[in-house]
């Protein structure tokens, strides 16, 4: 069947391990195929993909979950496309799951702890105090005494990275189960997402955590905008992806690498973790189907300054990953599409699109009786969907800067507005029953601002400007991989 190229050494791992007959696949649900299923366009980062008839046909059936079978090739070519996210995995191939210890990391939390272990009695349970006042963590400990939990004590506060590897340390499972106090897991996840171990290339899974219930406008504004939310559709979890990182308040690693959280940091440090198993060679998944769920902020001030500090990691994860960080990665010309229209030039939008068609079809030549047309189709309506999420990203990256040219520059304010309605509009619509207009626009505004001032102030202690640099690429859309 062939080699898919520009794979980098990362996932040769992950490539010498076939997906195992059994394993339900199926293809990403942005996937487009055209020329009777021949050609085919999506992936991460996005790319062009002309297959022969044979593969074709499979690639066509696992357009719906379908198991992989034991034909020759097609677990090896499950796993390429999976490795360059071409397809995901719904469920593992059956197999005995491995063992697990659940390391519940904490600094005070006392009710939220007791009420966890309470949940999970019975499962092989270790709570790692890191370092809260000697009352609370006498009743901590009593608390880890009654449900049979090992208790761990910092006398001070070592940060969450030191409190995962010590429990991690201490485990004896052979997968460990970090999980933040405040998050409640549904009963079935556990045994789904221990399941996805049994695939040996697998380092690490997470399922999604969507907010608890409640009530008022930033919990509503939370159930889509969540940061540890990442959304419906599975994924392959690497840096400049769809799922770009994966949170560690409820994360499943094997317990061999369990222990190399970075110490020295005390945010971004499940990012660093996770992008540092990828670099390793291993495949980190996202589960949507299995969920947990985790409270609101209690106040819009804790709210902002939980914003403002996941910002901040920016500058340090940039010294130490470079361009994986890079806040947009995108195609140029979607980007010069995008400026064309906030600009209102027509030359610029025009010519962002007309040249990247010509490239692409000339590609295509050969390959589908109409190629111009379907360059056409592919670079209009790839630049339609671009457009809200590089809006946002872009709104999330420079917001200061943006806030200060709309107030400063005159000329500047519609364009401004019209990129902040096109971050906003696209993202709150489907949502408007439960969110109302003024409050989710105030609280996205607010987010963004807090988010972004977090990346200034995080890339000017890291002396970097990488966490502000963008990345284009001018001809991606025109680029072709076979298989």
Known sequence: MGNLRDLNHRQATALSIDLAPGT??????SARSHAAGRLWFGGAPFRMLSVNQAVADLLTQWKEPTAVTTRTGEGALARRLEVTGFLHVVAPAGGELPTMSVV?????????????LAQLHGHDLLVVDDGTEAIDALQLEA???????KYVRHEQPLGPAAAR?????????????????DVVPDESTFSNLLAHFTDPAVGAVAPRIVVANGTGQLQAYETWSSPLDLGAEPATVRPRSRVSYVPSALLFVRRELASRFDESLHVGEDVDFIWSLDQQGWLIRYDPA???????????????????????????????????TTPIATSGWTALSLLGFLTFSPAIGIGSLVVPTVLLGRRLRGRTPTPYQLAASTVVLGSLYAGPPLARQTVRTYGPFLLAAGILLRPLRLPILCLQALAFIPRWWG?????????ALGLQTLDDLSYSSGVLLGAAHARTRGALRPSFTWFSSSSTTED
């Not at 608390?143 to 939990?149: I, M, R, T």
Request: hydrophobic share 35%; glycine share 10%.
């Open 24 to 29: 339900v696949v199926h293809v990403e649900a």
């Open 104 to 116: 519940i990391p904490t600094h005070g939390r006392v009710g939220a702890v007791a009420n966890l």
């Open 143 to 149: 608390s880890c005494h009654l449900h049979g939990a």
């Open 165 to 181: 590897n010590s429990g991690a340390t201490l485990a004896t499972g052979e997968v460990v189960c970090f999980l933040d106090s």
């Open 290 to 324: 299995c969920t947990a769920t985790h409270p609101v902020r209690p106040t819009l001030a804790s709210w902002c300054a939980q914003r403002f500090a996941y910002g901040t990691s920016a500058g340090e994860l940039t010294n130490r990953h470079g361009e994986a």
């Open 431 to 439: 949502n408007r029953q439960t969110s109302r207009l003024i409050p």
